[in-house]
């Protein structure tokens, strides 16, 4: 047995509660190494006779990479307390492993065992019970539609009248989001999430001026107040974003400081390194990367703190949003965040918190901080595979599997699956325009654990490459728009939103077959399942349905073609 | 090479900030396995012609158990933000481990790498400085000293007349620990660990009747303010015990349930399953153990936040109190945690809080919670080796190796190591009586890295069995004390705290010298090495000196012996 390969760690993925009354415990060892392993555990009180008493399950083999099998076993402690090891046999030997290290038998002292102290409701992993079910939309407000004119910057170009640049403007405002909301309930989403709306100068908003208002070019609070009414009417909930690592240029207190510098009352909003500052050669403060407009926010500042604070729960307390996107949030500190929850859930308890974090995000996911995180590990590894093809299905198959089992389960459930964002290139000119490929993604997507979210345009075939290409102007005009692509989006949300087991009421997992370009998963549940055979490659291939372990069980087959779900007993 | 026994992730012992300029990085490979390490780094923001800019440092191999080497480097990111790969060679292949797995090469995409977004001092784990130079002396106030007989509850026995039982009494008191509180300046202590001093009925004080008041067993609030001042007139840390997991059974809150159950204004102060609650056959309602009398406190309800948190905030307010134990500390939830550091740190901020933890305590230890737990896992293996001979040299080396790369550095520097306590038996009980491996113990543990306990009486050579054979009266005649053993430990604590080498200003690592019950460990600084052999046997043994490599420097040798230290060029 190749005992060095053998790993767990309590409160993270590897054991954490799944709810108040349950504990998910995990073991990571080499692939095909270990047959079988055990969990013992037991009440760290319950002793008779000087013995500890303790019970065992099997625990189940749930996936595995090239490397790794993962091993997964649940328990509910009846005290909420509980202690445990791992007996893991192979072929050759039997060996218990301990938090004190390796052992051939049962260690007699109790001090040797992992331990899981105590479930207590209060540090379970919360999200909001709603974003399970929630299909996003991903609205970037300048670009999606302009019912207002008399609202337009100056210098406003024609609807889609050019190429989204740097500096362009199309006046897209509430308005054009207003008159486009039946377009939304019929493609059957119930999610927005809307890129920055606050007073800034920039296209997309991202240098805000003023937290707590609205930008002129979009409508005002009273226009705002009514399209997240008219959303919640329509049962679409409404995510902003929150760009607190950074201000913009024009944010008052920044302007303050460069006027009044040393003697601004705002000097430590900020991270000057010495005064006066200035911006030549390079920034003498902290910024967003090296950008000297987007001066970095002093987030341990309490006045600061107190500020945010304050914009936190003005848009959710008057507002009545659902959600806040954070902008570069890994970047902030975890205090602050920490700060930022409580605030938010006491005005609102289900407040869905999604962090810009774009990497391992084990940290902010621990019930204290946020919610979910953008994730972008499974946008890589979809676009890789289907859009790009540079990545096989082994690969693919084995990405996945490990960002699944890097999480707790509920976590995984509400995690943020985008397939391409404001930041990215659109996914139907990464894959050069090959719509059989955006279909494989949406379908992936869209049957996946998690929350999808949908980048505006991408369910009518728009192209665009990298920002700011892939921030064009939203088509409207019926005849250019790939309506087929978008009845099999609306068909696929609609299997999401009323199959349980299409969504996140089931198990996913790759089956273990391994065909050139080919996928094939499942998502089960007690007695039924769904498998999902994905052909990413250009030849016609035969499944053979003998490895699909489907027995006598009734079998339902259903073929998406030109955007339409064909069904066969 | 052994890819499945390399192991990273950041955000714990393996990457972490020791201060607010500075990543400590560690990974972890096979024993003997990974001929070289290199950490591959840079800023996520600097590129240059489209490539990303990185540096690049060899990482140390600073330790090694039988399973695995461990590797740390140290970085000093000029902005705060790093991402990072390591390159691991052997003498067949190199390879790149990202945060997305294994690389022949540097991926180009940095969405690949391990990413430490920022280092925010507010995050940054940060102990009170003091408690580095610390060495701790436990009192269990009724059993130091009886200085006022007038306060004596009944039934109190003549000091030291009789074997301490669980309900018996002698009287200590705070007039007693002020009578001697030059006897602990003259032993060179500057830490006192009191276990509790509330109002409870016990002779331990665990039942805690009211939070708010004194024990009037040992004084009153004047006499106990006046301890307070004299030991800091003396150079000299307080630290309280908090029993917040559970209250005792006359706690007045509990009475109260008890009498109205759930027409009780406390009714949701505990866990009552459902009413009325009983405690035959068994209690319906959560408790410490299983022991009725000692119901769990609600630390969700709000209200017992509230009254807990003034309980914190007003010894340290009031008293001046510099530190915290907190009992059963792992039972309770890590949101009350938060919240009792961010109420106690922000009334005194150097204020030690310590929590009874006897497992892997990561979870605590993040900076926002705890700044040391009880290390008892230090504990167990020091009386194992040193006291019981239960385990080998190599056993005792690992598991002190373990323990050390379990946690990051400045964690580490302020571990409470003890090696007994009010609930373990007597160290020179537990050895049997040898007086020479009682040095041992405390030479080990007073020249490791941490924050070292004394448990009152050890350092004169009491005995004692577990609870309550360990909880005797203090013996103060001089005739019956260990003198020898006394100034033998004076003469540690003294070097300890005059010798930076000794305490916690060195690296510490076990010499690759494996003799049959001896074990051999440096602490070493840039220019200057302390080198500490232990004979653990019954054999005189010979130490190759050329196997220390001492080279051609000055050697300064101290022999411990008879309670003195000869040193001889
Ligand atoms: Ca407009
Ligand atoms: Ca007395």
Same mark, same amino acid.
């Given at each position: 047995?190749?005992? #060095?390969?053998?790993?767990?760690?309590?409160?993270?993925?590897?054991?954490?509660?799944?709810?108040?009354?349950?504990?998910?415990?995990?073991?990571?060892?080499?692939?095909?190494?270990?047959?079988?392993?055990?969990?013992?555990?037991?009440?760290?009180?319950?002793?008779?006779?000087?013995?500890?008493?303790?019970?065992?399950?099997?625990?189940?083999?749930?996936? /595995?990479?090239?490397?790794?099998?993962?091993?997964?076993? /649940? +328990?509910?402690?009846?005290?909420?307390?509980?202690?445990?090891?791992?007996?893991?046999?192979?072929?050759?030997?039997? %060996?218990?492993?301990?938090?004190?290290?390796? $052992?051939?038998? *049962?260690?007699?002292?109790?001090?040797?065992?992992?331990?899981?102290?105590?479930?207590?409701? @209060?540090?379970?992993?919360?999200?909001?019970?709603?974003?399970?079910?929630?299909?996003?939309?991903? @609205?970037?407000? #300048?670009?999606?539609?302009?019912?207002?004119?008399?609202?337009?910057?100056?210098?406003?170009?024609?609807?889609?009248?050019? #190429?989204?640049?740097?500096?362009?403007?199309?006046?897209?405002?509430?308005?054009?989001? *207003?008159?486009?909301?039946?377009?939304?309930?019929?493609?059957?989403?119930?999610?927005?999430?809307?890129?920055?709306?606050?007073?800034?100068?920039?296209?997309?908003?991202?240098?805000?001026?003023?937290?707590?208002?609205?930008?002129?070019?979009?409508?005002?609070?009273?226009?705002?107040?009514?399209?997240?009414?008219?959303?919640? =009417?329509?049962?679409?909930?409404?995510?902003?974003? &929150?760009?607190?690592?950074?201000?913009?240029?024009?944010?008052?207190?920044?302007?303050? +400081?460069?006027?009044?510098?040393?003697? /601004?009352? $705002?000097?430590?909003?900020?991270?000057?390194?010495?005064?006066?500052?200035?911006?030549?050669?390079?920034?003498?403060?902290?910024?967003?990367?090296? %950008?000297?407009?987007?001066?970095?926010?002093?987030?341990?500042?309490?006045?600061?703190?107190?500020?945010?604070?304050? +914009?936190?729960?003005?848009?959710?307390?008057?507002?009545?949003?659902?959600?806040?996107?954070?902008? +570069?949030?890994?970047?902030?500190?975890?205090?602050?965040?920490?700060?930022?929850?409580?605030?938010?859930?006491? %005005?609102?308890?289900?407040?869905?918190?999604?962090?810009? %974090?774009?990497?391992?995000?084990?940290?902010?996911?621990?019930?204290?901080?946020?919610? &979910?995180?953008?994730?972008?590990?499974?946008?890589?590894?979809? @676009?890789?595979?289907?859009?790009?093809?540079?990545?096989?299905?082994?690969?693919?198959?084995?990405?996945?599997?490990?960002?699944?089992?890097?999480?707790?389960?509920?976590?995984?459930?509400?995690?943020?699956?985008?397939?391409?964002?404001?930041?990215?290139?659109?996914?139907?000119?990464?894959?050069?325009?090959?719509?059989?490929?955006?279909?494989?993604?949406?379908?992936?997507?869209?049957?996946?654990?998690?929350?999808?979210?949908?980048?505006?345009?991408? #369910? @009518?075939?728009?192209?665009?490459?990298?920002?700011?290409?892939?921030?064009?102007?939203?088509?409207?005009?019926?005849?250019?728009?790939?309506?087929?692509?978008?009845?099999?989006?609306?068909?696929?949300?609609?299997? =999401?939103?009323?199959?349980?087991?299409?969504?996140?009421?089931?198990?996913?997992?790759?089956?273990?077959?391994?065909?050139?370009?080919?996928?094939? $998963?499942?998502?089960?549940?007690?007695?039924? =399942? *769904?498998?999902?055979?994905?052909?990413?490659?250009?030849?016609?291939?035969?499944?053979?349905?003998?490895?699909?372990?489907?027995?006598?069980?009734?079998?339902?087959?259903?073929?998406?073609?030109?955007?339409?779900?064909?069904?066969?007993?």
């Amino acid at each position: 047995m190749l005992k #060095e390969a053998i790993f767990h760690r309590p409160k993270n993925n590897f054991a954490y509660a799944y709810n108040k009354d349950t504990l998910h415990i995990m073991i990571q060892t080499k692939k095909d190494d270990v047959k079988k392993v055990e969990l013992i555990y037991g009440d760290p009180y319950e002793w008779e006779n000087g013995k500890w008493l303790t019970e065992s399950i099997v625990m189940e083999k749930k996936a /595995s990479t090239s490397s790794y099998d993962f091993w997964k076993g /649940s +328990v509910k402690p009846p005290f909420h307390r509980l202690r445990y090891a791992f007996r893991c046999s192979d072929k050759k030997e039997t %060996v218990i492993l301990t938090e004190l290290g390796f $052992y051939q038998e *049962l260690p007699q002292d109790i001090a040797n065992y992992f331990c899981f102290p105590y479930i207590h409701e @209060i540090d379970v992993f919360n999200a909001p019970d709603w974003v399970k079910n929630t299909v996003w939309y991903q @609205i970037f407000p #300048e670009r999606f539609a302009n019912g207002d004119s008399a609202l337009n910057p100056v210098n406003t170009l024609p609807w889609g009248s050019a #190429e989204p640049s740097p500096g362009n403007f199309f006046g897209g405002d509430f308005q054009g989001i *207003l008159n486009n909301l039946d377009y939304l309930v019929d493609l059957g989403i119930n999610g927005i999430y809307f890129t920055p709306i606050f007073k800034a100068s920039s296209n997309h908003k991202y240098d805000t001026i003023d937290y707590l208002e609205i930008d002129p070019q979009f409508g005002d609070k009273v226009i705002f107040r009514k399209l997240v009414r008219e959303c919640h =009417r329509r049962g679409i909930r409404v995510m902003l974003d &929150a760009v607190f690592n950074h201000s913009g240029y024009h944010f008052a207190p920044f302007q303050d +400081v460069l006027e009044k510098q040393e003697k /601004s009352k $705002y000097k430590d909003w900020f991270h000057a390194w010495n005064f006066p500052i200035v911006h030549k050669p390079k920034p003498n403060y902290d910024t967003f990367g090296f %950008v000297h407009t987007m001066p970095k926010l002093n987030t341990k500042n309490p006045e600061v703190k107190a500020y945010l604070l304050k +914009v936190a729960k003005y848009w959710v307390e008057e507002f009545d949003i659902d959600g806040w996107r954070l902008d +570069v949030a890994n970047e902030v500190d975890h205090t602050f965040w920490r700060e930022f929850r409580k605030v938010v859930k006491s %005005v609102k308890s289900d407040v869905y918190i999604l962090g810009e %974090v774009w990497h391992d995000s084990m940290p902010w996911l621990k019930g204290d901080q946020f919610d &979910a995180v953008m994730n972008y590990p499974f946008t890589k590894a979809a @676009i890789d595979f289907f859009a790009k093809q540079s990545i096989g299905t082994q690969k693919f198959a084995e990405s996945i599997t490990s960002l699944l089992y890097m999480y707790p389960e509920n976590i995984n459930e509400v995690s943020f699956n985008l397939l391409g964002s404001h930041d990215t290139a659109r996914i139907l000119t990464t894959a050069n325009g090959d719509k059989r490929k955006i279909r494989m993604l949406f379908l992936f997507q869209l049957s996946f654990i998690g929350t999808p979210c949908i980048y505006y345009g991408d #369910e @009518i075939g728009m192209t665009g490459d990298n920002d700011p290409g892939c921030r064009g102007c939203m088509v409207w005009d019926r005849e250019k728009q790939d309506t087929e692509l978008y009845f099999f989006i609306k068909q696929l949300i609609a299997l =999401r939103r009323t199959d349980e087991l299409f969504g996140n009421q089931a198990d996913f997992r790759f089956l273990d077959i391994n065909e050139k370009g080919c996928i094939i $998963y499942e998502k089960r549940l007690v007695n039924r =399942r *769904l498998i999902f055979i994905l052909n990413n490659s250009d030849s016609i291939l035969r499944i053979p349905t003998n490895k699909l372990n489907f027995n006598n069980s009734r079998i339902i087959e259903w073929i998406f073609s030109k955007g339409e779900k064909l069904q066969k007993e």
